[in-house]
């Protein structure tokens, strides 16, 4: 599977809760964010850890939460 539709697909499989924690650790929340439906703010989220470079953190961060994750298998290069 691309490395990327695993990263959207295993974020997705967590709940909703955990989903905001990546958001916050990673530090991607903007002030705008609130009063949008989920959909489009994860779709924000997603575009700018990648211009900012950070979807190795997102993977790390998502593979950390999942009992069968593997965030040392970085495929994003910031391993």
Do not use: K, T
């Not at 958001?23 to 924000?44: K, M, N, T, V």
């Amino acid at each position: 599977m691309d490395p990327g539709r695993r990263l959207v697909y295993r974020f997705f499989s967590l709940p909703h809760q955990q989903r905001l924690a990546v958001i916050d650790a990673l530090g991607l929340a903007e002030p705008d964010d609130g009063g949008i439906s989920d959909a489009e703010r994860f779709r924000r989220f997603f575009r700018r850890a990648r211009e900012g470079n950070l979807l190795a953190g997102v993977w790390r961060e998502v593979e950390s939460l999942h009992p069968d994750g593997d965030a040392a298998a970085d495929p994003f290069g910031a391993g």
